[in-house]
């Protein structure tokens, strides 16, 4: 909710922080703006957290983790996945 839809973020570039969800770095970067309002880049955060918009899913392949990348659109979260996998 109130994050950008895929309309409005056509073209544009977004920067996200590739830190794992318990990073202390993402601890700092969000302290006093739990849902990153006035911040520049977006947290890989745990699904349902407050600053969390996309899921980071290195590996599209297999059943399961095809499920958990649509899972996670479903939700309307952008995912970041890599078609290298497993390089």
Request: charged share 20%; aromatic share 10%; hydrophobic share 40%.
């Amino acid at each position: 909710r109130g994050w950008p839809d895929l309309d409005s973020a056509r073209g544009r570039v977004f920067f996200l922080m590739d830190n794992g969800p318990a990073s202390p770095i993402r601890t700092t970067y969000t302290a006093g703006h739990p849902n990153l309002e006035g911040r520049v880049l977006f947290t890989n955060a745990a699904e349902g957290d407050a600053d969390c918009a996309f899921r980071k899913l290195n590996d599209p392949t297999g059943a399961a983790n095809t499920a958990a990348i649509q899972r996670a659109v479903q939700l309307n979260y952008w995912v970041r996945t890599r078609a290298d996998v497993p390089l």
